[in-house]
């Protein structure tokens, strides 16, 4: 290996904890049933998702096909039998869809430019496949074509995607390139592509795609291990001006080639694997080029050995114990976390931004793919906890597209240089907020000025309505309460930073703000509910019902315990401690009616606990909010419940859409014993270890061992927990704890020790358990 | 005005001959019958020509329309009666047409976002308008648009276009921005635009086109004199994945549009003219809006005059004296050789590249818009004369163009970063051969090596069987004759350029191929016609049909006359001298049946001269060939002939499409007494002065006085020339006499001196004379 390649990765290989974790990774978990995750090859972070895509099914086709555009949001779906080809970037775990690009499919014999069908893979370019010797594994993927008997290996660099490709002896060596592929396709989802012959090994190209990336800028390099023999390529919409080719036939041979649908094929000569290389770029092909010639350096093996390496120095960072089942799932999601963010930038440094402007990021890494909604939650918190610096150059990334965006605003849904406005919420604040609270992220004075920006743009949705009622009307929007309610939670975290900036000002508009939760709690009720302007709640209203009723992807039993930021008040919002209980037992116990969840893609029987879905974000910190009750170990009982069905080593074992790696974040957490409840304070609320031991390297250095001697289904309560020998009587442990190291043990019981932490200091809450007494007394 | 804005410009206006020539130029002319030109404004090779759209013709409705389609190559039709608003870039004189791009239009009432018909113009942003307070002159362009009674204005700066808007009295003031107009539009030519407001004096925006020029990247940046008050957007053609653009109203106040057919309107508060000034650039917004803070400070009437006294610094080299209809033409003629070529390039350098990549022209500045097939003929050979320095960065944009090229080829048809492929030959080739025998370009090896790469492809238009045969075989091409004598003339300024630089290999292999237009000559006929791969020759045969019998746009009749590089070689393939004669003369005055020349849009009755087709290119050379004869006089005849029936100063006045400044170039050089038949040579044919007076600043600052006392079509002939006072026995003038300047007097008289030039020097010939003595001694 060429180790000047990677210099940063190798070197930070040389500081991980053990060997090769990587082999405890199995990407196709997720690639059946709800996760939306692909089995394909990338580095972590990396800008290129290298991976099979096993049906393309148009976004525009009759609506019975719709789930399957939904199935099919990462491009590979394990039941599949047919592989369409290998395109170059993904989404990992997304309940929305784009990418998909630039394709490539390597056949022998006749060529045929069009994809063909499951059905009858025979009549177009696709093959059947054979899982028997499919091999996927951090950096590497590998499968039989079985059609005509190509073997296709698949490798990646943060920009380069690497395929190997053997043919049967004798056989023509041949490529498919479609340019007209993509994932969410629909005619004319690519608006436009260009193609040209460099020399005889090199491509360069366009293409311009209208998908949920709105204006996504796609430049590409592909370099050939052989000599292109012959080449050919056609437009399958040709537009009226392509009679002015009439001096060449562009169809053959023709190097210059341009189009809306465009799909070329290369036949290659000699025996031997042929190896390709793909670079992408959003700046120009020149770029591209760039990329190829930085990273594109080596062998397939070479290449493939780095990436492997790149992840073994990440996920090396983390020891676990536990079953081979167990370890898989911590490994598997320990890579999930790493997937998305991407790297958006070449390597010199240039980068289109959101106002589709070339921009040269200076002294930072510029990321892209941020399903903030989710990831605020678990993914950045664990990202900026254990990956600090990947997190820092993000919100560098957010504060960049927020000088760019039209609106001046962070991202909601960061997307190859647009902004994708999927779900709803300023999520980038907490990230921002978390990244403060914990030093990570110190130029406070623009994140203030950003997060501000953000959470005072009129044209947001229902933000005028907002400031001026308090809380987003059900006559404006039809997730008015959720989205209130996460407006209260994101106002919260720009209050906590207003405070630590000792800016008063910003601190005590966004300290009211972030009580305007309890706007949208009926009185009397305590169950969020949207509201009309005229200040009349909505009758009659299901607190069950996930449809109608005000609530993004979710439910009021849900949803109105998304109060992070101060459980408290929301503990009294909901009627005392007696009846939060009451309202988290049932959550977790009821038998939900499945006329609440029918016909909702992103709610199936199996993502339920009871009426809990952890297969949908807004509920990942419920199972936590026992600490704020007398009944803090409830929490530990749900957690190990919630793991053990909704992280099942296997294909179709995860519970609901990764989301980028919250999913799996909130699995790392919580399998070590501790979950960031409120990203924007400091702690971590204390759950319950999953696995016996986990051992971390912390990017400080120092090594944090978590012992959870003899846990299991049976002992899964914590009796007590000490860390470095002295007893540690808290609900929660602060970043500051957890970055001292050291050895912490958890003593597991099979019998609550419900007295345990009763008198233990119960975790950050906006209202002051204090004035809430007063306010008792004055009442 | 602020001086330091301009000042290349203000300096160069210092040295001119005398004040104000622009006013003798008119727009208008060639904006009825064949010209297409178009009336708005520009600068100097600038990059903005900001033009009425009187209509815009799609090109994929009825075949009825095509005749409709080719009127409007320029936009602007004088005999329309509405406008439909104002766009930023024309083609000037073309025969196939593209851009009007970033179309506004200025209304009052009521929101229309459709351009309506011609026929009814109130049910669209159209407008009727007068001819009566139109306004054209060089830099500056108005009209009263009469439906709501607007005064528009326009100028330019080079990246530039500026608008002044004067609304009625307490009209509501407001602009549609229409990103889906353009000139020869078809359903789909745009292919994605942008519209950023990003604040409210500033829109950038972008839109990728696939016109003549297949991928045409446009961003813009447009500022305003006073703030947006209201405005809105619409995408005619919305896509699937509006959907998400759910979370706010995309149609009013959303600053961050998009769409395949996007339409915008602005309201404006206040009273007084709006001014809007509207940059370009083809690398991003961000270039855009540097283009615009470099060259679109000041007010309009500043603007304006710089624009102005930009053209009296180009026209303001030349004095011309004349009849006010002479001085006119003279002028508009000089006016029309300096809008295209057109500068593409951002103020600090950038350009997007034929190969689609971002470049920095280092030491010169970049053009597009190379229409070679028609200028290399008149057009370059009077920008190298006159003005060298912008030819010699036309060279360097060129070559720059064949590097980047995906064939390796210099331009055919260089269209705003695109390769347009229009028309035949390499006449990129006798450019730079004219440049580098006139000594006004230097770097000889840099061209030989581009020069040959584009007259070695393979792929290009017959290139192989021509490499083979020595001729295009008519089995390949449908233009095989014409394309075969292209080729052949071509091939000698190779020739030329590598016997200059002492490469004896290529300038043999040249030399032999620039006799190539023999092997199109049928034996004994004198005729060149199309030729079979198996030698054969087409038969039956019509010299005079322009239809399917081998040629572009021309019949063998003018074709055949296509050897400026080996005129003896030619009189010798026709027959000697009788009877080269007797087709020249025929030529001039046969009566050619309509039946030849019916539907040919780029021939009608009125640009024949008998069977002399001057409104077409092919034949510019032709009436100077009598140079090689014994009635050399006869050019003196049929030049003036020429200039009286297709120059006349009137809207209509053009005998063709002007060319880029072609059909201007001839009559300049025609007018001044001299002509380059075969550029790649340093010689100037001699014809007649058609002015009486021609004073010239010349580049390297000498003057240069053209004195034809008592010329006119009574005294047409040139008895004699003397230069200096020393008389001129030549048939021709070298670019080095021309630069010595001082003063010529042409003495004009009533009747041919027909021995006046028998014993003069003969202009250049390939074939030696005396070699062609020994061939007949042999024989």
Chains 1, 2 share one sequence.
Not at 637 to 642: G, H, K, N, T
Request: glycine share 10%; aromatic share 12%.
């Amino acid at each position: 290996m060429k180790r000047f390649l990677f210099p940063i990765l190798v070197l930070a290989a040389a500081v991980t904890l053990h060997g090769q974790p990587s082999r405890y990774v199995d990407p196709f978990i997720g690639t059946a049933g709800m996760g939306h995750t692909f089995p394909g090859a990338c580095v972590p972070f990396g800008g290129i998702q290298l991976s099979p895509d096993t049906d393309t099914i148009p976004h525009n086709v009759a609506g019975r096909y719709q789930a399957r555009v939904y199935d099919h949001c990462a491009g590979y779906r394990h039941d599949d039998p047919t592989i369409v080809g290998f395109s170059h970037r993904h989404l990992s775990g997304t309940g929305h869809s784009d990418l998909g690009d630039i394709l490539l499919m390597p056949f022998t014999g006749q060529v045929r430019l069009n994809p063909g069908t499951a059905d009858a893979p025979e009549k177009g370019y696709r093959s059947r496949y054979s899982h028997e010797n499919e091999v996927a594994s951090p950096g590497y993927y590998a499968v039989d074509l079985t059609d005509d008997g190509i073997r296709a290996e698949l490798t990646a660099t943060p920009r380069v995607g690497v395929h190997r490709y053997t043919y049967p002896a004798g056989a023509r060596q041949q490529l498919v390139l479609d340019l007209g592929h993509g994932i969410y396709n629909y005619e004319g989802k690519v608006r436009w592509s260009t193609l040209r012959v460099e020399n005889d090994t090199l491509l360069t190209g366009f293409r311009l795609t209208d998908g949920w990336a709105r204006t996504n800028y796609t430049y590409f390099a592909i370099s050939f291990s052989k000599p292109i023999a012959d080449y050919g390529a056609k437009d399958r919409r040709p537009g009226p001006y392509n009679g002015f080719w009439r001096r060449f036939d562009t169809s053959r041979s023709f190097p210059d080639m341009a189009g809306q649908d465009l799909a070329a094929w290369l036949a290659f000569e000699g025996e031997g694997p042929l190896v390709v290389k793909v670079a992408v770029s959003a700046v120009d092909a020149a770029g591209a080029v760039r990329n190829l010639q930085a990273e594109g350096r080596g062998g397939f093996e070479e290449l493939a050995a780095a990436a492997r390496e790149a992840w073994d120095a990440r996920l090396g960072a983390f020891e676990a114990e536990g079953t081979e089942a167990e370890k898989t799932m911590f490994y598997t999601s320990l890579y999930h976390t790493m997937i998305n963010p991407s790297v958006y930038m070449d390597v010199d440094g240039q980068y289109r931004g959101v106002d589709g402007n070339i921009h040269k990021a200076e002294g930072f890494t510029n990321y892209t793919i941020f399903s903030l909604w989710d990831t605020y939650r678990a993914e950045h918190p664990f990202l900026n906890l254990f990956f600090p610096k990947e997190n820092a150059d993000m919100i560098r990334s957010m504060l960049a597209h927020q000088e760019q965006s039209a609106l001046g605003m962070l991202p909601v849904w960061s997307l190859m240089g647009n902004e994708g406005w999927c779900m709803s919420g300023y999520h980038a604040l907490p990230v921002l907020a978390d990244a403060i609270a914990k030093g990570t992220f110190t130029d406070i004075d623009a994140a203030l000025k950003a997060m501000a920006a953000t959470a005072e743009n009129p044209l947001y949705e229902g933000m005028e309505d907002y400031l001026r009622l308090g809380y987003v009307p059900f006559d404006r929007s039809s997730t008015a309460a959720s989205t209130t309610l996460e407006y209260a939670y994101d106002d919260w975290t720009l209050y906590a930073v207003a405070k630590k900036a000792g800016n008063t000002d910003l601190a005590g508009r966004y300290g009211g703000r972030a009580r305007n939760y309890r706007n949208v709690f009926a009185p009397g009720t305590g169950y969020a509910r949207p509201r009309y302007a005229d200040g009349r709640f909505k009758e009659p209203f299901d607190p069950l019902q996930t449809y109608g009723e005000g609530f993004i992807e979710g439910n009021s039993a849900n949803f109105s315990f998304h109060v992070p930021q101060d459980v408290r008040g929301l503990i009294r919002e909901m009627g005392g401690e007696k009846v939060f209980l009451e309202r988290l037992d049932r959550l977790f116990a009821e038998d939900l009616d499945p006329i609440y969840y029918k016909d909702n893609e992103d709610i199936e029987a199996e993502c339920l606990i009871g009426g809990y879905v952890h297969g949908n974000e807004p509920s990942h910190h419920v199972p936590y909010l026992y600490a704020w009750t007398s009944e803090a170990w409830k929490t530990q009982y749900w957690v190990r419940e919630i793991i053990n069905r909704m992280y099942r080593s296997g294909i179709d074992g995860l519970g609901g859409n990764d989301d980028c790696g919250q999913m799996s974040a909130w699995y790392l957490f919580t399998a070590m014993g501790f979950y960031p409840v409120c990203p924007g304070t400091d702690q971590y609320v204390i759950g319950a270890p999953y696995l016996p031991y986990v051992k971390v390297l912390l990017p400080n250095g120092k090594t944090l061992e978590i012992k959870a001697t003899g846990v299991s289904d049976k002992n899964r309560y914590v009796s007590s927990l000490t860390r470095n020998g002295i007893r540690h009587d808290c609900r929660y442990v602060t970043h500051a704890e957890i970055l001292e190291g050291g050895v912490w043990e958890f003593k597991m019981t099979a019998k609550p020790d419900k007295r345990a932490l009763r008198n233990a200091p119960m975790p950050y809450s906006l209202s002051d358990p204090r004035q809430d007494l007063l306010r008792k007394v004055l009442r």
